[in-house]
């Protein structure tokens, strides 16, 4: 009885370090693919980055533009009555 018990322990045994191998070649091959999506993960958060201050140059544009439009505006009217374009004249009008 010693030596089948010995024989089934020495089995189990090898079984076991079949399948711990087994696991550890999956887990490497895990571990590649999360190391390779950390770095395309990383790549994503640089565009959204640059976007993101993109939007914010493009904010402080709308700002400035919010404040000049009417500026602007006024300038042009006060020109055209200058020159007798007056508000509701035909453009081709001479």
Known sequence: MTEEWQK????????????MTAIEVSLKANTDVTACMAADM???????????AGLKVLAALGA??????????VGGLVWAIIHGKFPGDSITKG
């Open 64 to 73: 400035v533009a919010r404040w000049l439009a009417p500026i602007i505006t």
């Open 8 to 19: 089934e322990v020495t089995r189990k045994l090898q079984n076991g370090d079949t399948r």
């Open 42 to 52: 990383a790549t994503i958060r640089e565009v959204l980055q640059a976007g993101k």
